[in-house]
Protein backbone atom coordinates (compact mmCIF):
# COMPACT_ATOMS: atom_id res chain seq x y z
CA UNK A 1 0.00 0.00 0.00
CA UNK A 2 1.54 3.20 -1.06
CA UNK A 3 0.99 6.34 1.14
CA UNK A 4 0.58 10.00 -0.02
CA UNK A 5 2.77 12.89 0.80
CA UNK A 6 0.26 14.44 3.16
CA UNK A 7 -0.36 10.85 4.60
CA UNK A 8 3.65 10.10 5.36
CA UNK A 9 3.58 13.78 6.99
CA UNK A 10 0.44 13.30 9.02
CA UNK A 11 2.08 10.00 10.02
CA UNK A 12 5.57 11.56 10.95
CA UNK A 13 4.14 14.38 12.87
CA UNK A 14 1.65 12.11 14.87
CA UNK A 15 4.68 9.92 15.91
CA UNK A 16 6.47 13.55 16.80
CA UNK A 17 4.03 14.59 18.71
CA UNK A 18 3.74 11.51 20.86
CA UNK A 19 6.91 11.57 21.47
CA UNK A 20 7.16 14.82 22.65
CA UNK A 21 3.90 14.60 24.93
CA UNK A 22 5.63 11.41 26.51
CA UNK A 23 9.07 13.46 27.25
CA UNK A 24 6.94 16.05 28.68
CA UNK A 25 4.95 14.32 30.77
CA UNK A 26 7.30 11.40 32.03
CA UNK A 27 8.46 12.80 35.46
CA UNK A 28 11.94 10.79 37.41
CA UNK A 29 11.49 11.30 40.92
CA UNK A 30 14.94 10.88 41.99
CA UNK A 31 16.53 13.24 38.85
CA UNK A 32 17.63 16.62 39.27
CA UNK A 33 14.90 19.04 38.40
CA UNK A 34 16.44 21.51 36.55
CA UNK A 35 18.35 19.29 34.83
CA UNK A 36 15.30 17.04 33.66
CA UNK A 37 14.13 20.41 32.51
CA UNK A 38 16.87 21.16 30.22
CA UNK A 39 17.06 17.90 28.87
CA UNK A 40 13.02 18.25 28.35
CA UNK A 41 13.70 21.20 26.29
CA UNK A 42 16.33 19.89 23.95
CA UNK A 43 14.68 16.80 23.13
CA UNK A 44 11.66 18.78 22.14
CA UNK A 45 13.65 21.84 20.56
CA UNK A 46 15.55 18.54 18.52
CA UNK A 47 12.12 17.39 17.85
CA UNK A 48 10.36 20.30 16.24
CA UNK A 49 13.47 20.81 14.03
CA UNK A 50 13.32 17.42 12.82
CA UNK A 51 9.73 17.81 11.71
CA UNK A 52 10.61 20.93 9.89
CA UNK A 53 13.28 19.08 7.98
CA UNK A 54 11.29 16.40 6.84
CA UNK A 55 8.28 17.94 5.72
CA UNK A 56 11.11 20.42 3.84
CA UNK A 57 12.86 17.50 2.44
CA UNK A 58 10.09 14.51 2.38
CA UNK A 59 10.55 13.88 -1.22
CA UNK A 60 14.13 13.16 -1.14
CA UNK A 61 14.13 10.93 2.59
CA UNK A 62 11.52 9.08 1.52
CA UNK A 63 12.91 7.59 -1.41
CA UNK A 64 15.43 5.11 0.51
CA UNK A 65 13.06 3.30 3.30
CA UNK A 66 10.25 3.22 0.03
CA UNK A 67 13.11 1.31 -2.04
CA UNK A 68 14.25 -0.36 0.50
CA UNK A 69 10.51 -1.92 0.96
CA UNK A 70 9.74 -2.60 -1.99
CA UNK A 71 12.98 -4.82 -2.89
CA UNK A 72 12.56 -6.41 0.98
CA UNK A 73 12.42 -10.10 -0.86
CA UNK A 74 15.14 -9.52 -3.38
CA UNK A 75 17.28 -7.96 -0.13
CA UNK A 76 16.39 -11.14 1.54
CA UNK A 77 17.30 -13.43 -0.81
CA UNK A 78 20.78 -11.43 -1.71
CA UNK A 79 21.98 -11.05 1.94
CA UNK A 80 21.97 -14.94 2.31
CA UNK A 81 23.48 -15.67 -0.74
CA UNK A 82 26.08 -13.22 0.32
CA UNK A 83 26.48 -14.57 3.51
CA UNK A 84 27.28 -17.97 1.68
CA UNK A 85 29.45 -16.77 -1.03
CA UNK A 86 31.64 -15.34 1.91
CA UNK A 87 32.33 -18.74 3.26
CA UNK A 88 32.08 -20.75 -0.40
CA UNK A 89 35.12 -22.94 -1.32
CA UNK A 90 36.26 -23.72 1.97
CA UNK A 91 35.73 -27.24 3.22
CA UNK A 92 33.75 -26.27 6.13
CA UNK A 93 31.55 -23.61 4.76
CA UNK A 94 29.42 -21.41 7.25
CA UNK A 95 30.87 -23.49 9.86
CA UNK A 96 33.61 -20.85 10.62
CA UNK A 97 31.34 -17.69 11.13
CA UNK A 98 30.73 -19.74 14.09
CA UNK A 99 34.08 -20.71 15.22
CA UNK A 100 34.70 -17.22 15.39
CA UNK A 101 32.53 -16.10 18.40
CA UNK A 102 33.08 -19.61 20.40
CA UNK A 103 36.79 -19.66 20.35
CA UNK A 104 37.17 -15.67 20.64
CA UNK A 105 34.81 -16.71 24.27
CA UNK A 106 37.12 -19.61 25.36
CA UNK A 107 39.91 -17.42 24.96
CA UNK A 108 38.52 -14.76 27.35
CA UNK A 109 37.45 -17.65 29.62
CA UNK A 110 40.85 -19.36 29.98
CA UNK A 111 42.42 -15.79 30.51
CA UNK A 112 40.25 -14.07 33.10
CA UNK A 113 38.48 -16.88 34.57
CA UNK A 114 41.54 -19.56 34.96
CA UNK A 115 45.00 -17.59 34.45
CA UNK A 116 43.81 -14.20 36.60
CA UNK A 117 41.11 -16.04 38.98
CA UNK A 118 38.11 -14.46 40.82
CA UNK A 119 40.04 -11.13 40.54
CA UNK A 120 38.51 -10.44 37.31
CA UNK A 121 34.96 -9.78 38.08
CA UNK A 122 33.49 -6.06 38.27
CA UNK A 123 30.51 -4.68 39.71
CA UNK A 124 27.70 -2.84 38.18
CA UNK A 125 24.63 -0.90 40.33
CA UNK A 126 26.14 -3.47 43.37
CA UNK A 127 26.23 -6.75 41.02
CA UNK A 128 29.17 -8.48 41.13
CA UNK A 129 29.54 -10.14 37.60
CA UNK A 130 32.44 -12.33 36.16
CA UNK A 131 34.82 -9.99 34.12
CA UNK A 132 33.98 -13.09 30.99
CA UNK A 133 30.60 -12.65 31.18
CA UNK A 134 30.88 -8.33 31.32
CA UNK A 135 33.25 -8.57 28.04
CA UNK A 136 31.28 -10.80 26.22
CA UNK A 137 28.07 -8.97 26.65
CA UNK A 138 30.45 -5.92 25.78
CA UNK A 139 31.82 -7.59 22.85
CA UNK A 140 28.78 -9.13 21.05
CA UNK A 141 27.32 -5.72 19.66
CA UNK A 142 30.59 -4.37 19.06
CA UNK A 143 31.42 -7.26 16.99
CA UNK A 144 28.50 -6.57 15.29
CA UNK A 145 28.55 -3.17 14.64
CA UNK A 146 32.56 -3.05 13.25
CA UNK A 147 31.66 -5.83 10.85
CA UNK A 148 28.71 -4.24 9.62
CA UNK A 149 29.89 -0.98 9.51
CA UNK A 150 32.49 -2.19 7.22
CA UNK A 151 30.81 -4.06 5.41
CA UNK A 152 28.48 -1.70 4.52
CA UNK A 153 31.20 1.20 3.64
CA UNK A 154 32.36 -1.32 0.83
CA UNK A 155 29.07 -2.34 -0.11
CA UNK A 156 29.17 -0.06 -3.79
CA UNK A 157 32.97 -1.09 -3.86
CA UNK A 158 32.24 -5.00 -3.74
CA UNK A 159 29.39 -4.73 -6.28
CA UNK A 160 30.64 -2.51 -8.89
CA UNK A 161 29.24 -4.53 -11.66
CA UNK A 162 25.70 -4.46 -9.99
CA UNK A 163 26.13 0.21 -9.59
CA UNK A 164 26.77 -0.05 -13.21
CA UNK A 165 23.47 -1.55 -14.35
CA UNK A 166 20.63 1.28 -15.15
CA UNK A 167 18.25 -1.17 -13.99
CA UNK A 168 18.94 -2.34 -10.63
CA UNK A 169 18.44 -0.83 -7.14
CA UNK A 170 21.69 -0.13 -5.56
CA UNK A 171 20.35 1.63 -2.78
CA UNK A 172 19.65 -2.15 -1.39
CA UNK A 173 23.59 -2.98 -1.64
CA UNK A 174 24.43 -1.55 1.98
CA UNK A 175 21.32 -3.07 3.66
CA UNK A 176 22.45 -6.45 2.40
CA UNK A 177 25.67 -6.26 3.89
CA UNK A 178 24.23 -5.24 7.43
CA UNK A 179 21.19 -8.38 7.19
CA UNK A 180 24.75 -10.80 6.32
CA UNK A 181 26.73 -9.15 9.45
CA UNK A 182 23.31 -10.27 11.19
CA UNK A 183 23.73 -14.11 10.79
CA UNK A 184 26.75 -14.24 12.84
CA UNK A 185 25.46 -12.04 15.33
CA UNK A 186 22.47 -14.16 15.64
CA UNK A 187 25.10 -16.99 16.70
CA UNK A 188 27.36 -14.39 18.69
CA UNK A 189 23.91 -13.90 20.93
CA UNK A 190 23.45 -17.56 21.31
CA UNK A 191 27.06 -17.93 22.75
CA UNK A 192 26.67 -15.27 25.17
CA UNK A 193 23.54 -16.99 26.33
CA UNK A 194 25.28 -20.14 26.97
CA UNK A 195 27.79 -18.18 28.81
CA UNK A 196 25.64 -16.35 31.05
CA UNK A 197 24.22 -19.63 31.51
CA UNK A 198 27.15 -20.95 33.13
CA UNK A 199 27.30 -18.43 35.54
CA UNK A 200 24.41 -18.69 36.45
CA UNK A 201 22.34 -16.20 34.47
CA UNK A 202 19.84 -18.15 33.47
CA UNK A 203 17.16 -16.60 30.33
CA UNK A 204 14.57 -14.48 31.94
CA UNK A 205 11.41 -12.38 30.24
CA UNK A 206 14.17 -9.09 30.47
CA UNK A 207 16.61 -11.48 27.98
CA UNK A 208 13.88 -10.62 25.41
CA UNK A 209 15.06 -7.06 24.84
CA UNK A 210 17.93 -8.70 23.25
CA UNK A 211 15.76 -8.54 20.10
CA UNK A 212 14.92 -4.74 21.00
CA UNK A 213 18.54 -3.54 21.17
CA UNK A 214 19.73 -5.61 18.16
CA UNK A 215 17.09 -3.80 16.00
CA UNK A 216 18.56 -0.54 17.58
CA UNK A 217 21.82 -1.57 16.35
CA UNK A 218 20.96 -2.85 12.98
CA UNK A 219 19.18 0.78 12.50
CA UNK A 220 22.34 2.58 14.03
CA UNK A 221 24.81 0.89 11.52
CA UNK A 222 22.64 0.97 8.89
CA UNK A 223 22.09 4.60 8.73
CA UNK A 224 25.79 5.15 8.97
CA UNK A 225 26.67 2.73 6.32
CA UNK A 226 24.38 4.60 3.79
CA UNK A 227 26.61 8.00 4.31
CA UNK A 228 30.18 5.91 4.53
CA UNK A 229 29.14 4.07 1.21
CA UNK A 230 28.47 7.14 -0.67
CA UNK A 231 30.95 8.68 0.25
CA UNK A 232 34.08 6.15 -0.05
CA UNK A 233 33.00 5.73 -3.50
CA UNK A 234 34.84 9.37 -3.89
CA UNK A 235 37.34 9.16 -1.09
CA UNK A 236 39.00 5.83 -0.49
CA UNK A 237 41.21 6.52 2.53
CA UNK A 238 37.33 6.92 4.04
CA UNK A 239 38.13 3.01 4.91
CA UNK A 240 40.80 3.26 6.72
CA UNK A 241 39.90 5.96 8.83
CA UNK A 242 36.67 4.36 9.66
CA UNK A 243 39.23 1.50 10.90
CA UNK A 244 41.14 3.99 12.86
CA UNK A 245 38.26 5.25 14.07
CA UNK A 246 36.55 1.83 15.20
CA UNK A 247 40.04 0.91 16.96
CA UNK A 248 39.51 4.39 19.33
CA UNK A 249 35.41 3.80 19.41
CA UNK A 250 36.04 0.35 20.70
CA UNK A 251 37.90 2.25 24.14
CA UNK A 252 35.48 5.30 24.10
CA UNK A 253 32.66 2.42 24.66
CA UNK A 254 32.11 0.60 27.39
CA UNK A 255 32.82 -2.76 26.34
CA UNK A 256 36.04 -3.16 28.72
CA UNK A 257 35.87 -0.98 31.24
CA UNK A 258 32.21 0.14 33.55
CA UNK A 259 30.49 3.21 33.06
CA UNK A 260 29.86 3.48 36.51
CA UNK A 261 33.17 3.71 37.60
CA UNK A 262 34.10 6.91 35.66
CA UNK A 263 34.27 10.21 37.14
CA UNK A 264 30.95 11.45 37.35
CA UNK A 265 31.91 14.49 35.02
CA UNK A 266 32.87 12.45 32.39
CA UNK A 267 29.90 10.17 32.42
CA UNK A 268 27.21 12.88 30.53
CA UNK A 269 30.00 13.32 27.68
CA UNK A 270 30.64 9.95 26.94
CA UNK A 271 26.79 8.82 26.37
CA UNK A 272 26.93 11.38 23.56
CA UNK A 273 28.26 7.73 21.91
CA UNK A 274 24.75 5.82 20.87
CA UNK A 275 26.91 2.69 21.56
CA UNK A 276 27.05 3.02 24.98
CA UNK A 277 23.34 2.89 25.07
CA UNK A 278 23.53 -0.49 22.85
CA UNK A 279 26.23 -1.98 25.39
CA UNK A 280 24.82 -1.11 28.45
CA UNK A 281 21.01 -2.30 27.19
CA UNK A 282 22.95 -6.03 26.30
CA UNK A 283 23.89 -6.40 29.82
CA UNK A 284 20.66 -5.13 31.32
CA UNK A 285 19.28 -7.90 29.24
CA UNK A 286 21.66 -10.72 30.11
CA UNK A 287 22.11 -9.93 34.01
CA UNK A 288 21.07 -7.33 35.81
CA UNK A 289 17.09 -7.26 35.04
CA UNK A 290 15.99 -3.80 33.93
CA UNK A 291 13.67 -2.94 31.08
CA UNK A 292 14.83 -0.39 27.98
CA UNK A 293 12.09 2.06 28.90
CA UNK A 294 13.38 2.26 32.41
CA UNK A 295 16.41 4.57 31.20
CA UNK A 296 13.76 7.34 29.75
CA UNK A 297 16.09 10.23 28.12
CA UNK A 298 18.49 7.59 26.88
CA UNK A 299 15.99 5.83 24.48
CA UNK A 300 14.86 8.78 23.70
CA UNK A 301 18.01 10.21 22.68
CA UNK A 302 19.59 7.42 21.08
CA UNK A 303 16.24 6.95 18.48
CA UNK A 304 16.80 10.93 17.46
CA UNK A 305 20.22 10.75 16.86
CA UNK A 306 19.51 7.01 14.63
CA UNK A 307 16.88 8.56 12.96
CA UNK A 308 18.77 11.72 12.30
CA UNK A 309 21.84 9.82 10.82
CA UNK A 310 19.27 7.82 8.97
CA UNK A 311 17.89 10.65 7.26
CA UNK A 312 20.98 12.00 6.97
CA UNK A 313 22.40 9.06 5.22
CA UNK A 314 19.28 8.81 2.96
CA UNK A 315 20.04 12.53 1.18
CA UNK A 316 23.65 11.91 1.04
CA UNK A 317 23.01 8.68 -0.83
CA UNK A 318 20.18 10.36 -3.03
CA UNK A 319 22.69 13.42 -3.61
CA UNK A 320 25.51 11.27 -5.33
CA UNK A 321 24.26 8.30 -6.49
CA UNK A 322 23.71 9.07 -9.99
CA UNK A 323 27.50 9.45 -9.93
CA UNK A 324 28.53 6.61 -8.50
CA UNK A 325 28.52 4.86 -12.42
CA UNK A 326 31.08 7.22 -13.54
CA UNK A 327 33.63 6.88 -10.70
CA UNK A 328 33.14 3.30 -10.39
Same mark, same amino acid.
Given at each position: ???????????????????????????????????????????????????VLFITLYDKITVL????FQNRHLIWKLAKNDFKKRYAGSYMGAVWAMVQPVVTVAMYYVVFDKIMGSAAATYRDGVQVPFVLFLTAGLVP???????????????LEYTYLVKKVVFKISIL????? #?? /???????? %????? +?????????????????????FCLFMLVLGISYSTCAVVVFFKDLSQIINIALQIGM?????????????????VFLKINPLVYIVNGYRSAIYERQWFFEDFFSTMYFWIVTV???? #?? /???????? %????? +?L
Open positions: MKISKRGGIIIFLAVALAMAAVIILHQNPGADMQEELWKKVISCAVIALSCPVELWFFFSEALNNGTNALPIIKV #IA /ATFIHGFF %VLVLL +VVAAFYGYYPTIYTLQIFYYSWATPILWNLDSVNASWIVLFG #IG /ALVFKRLK %VHFAD +V
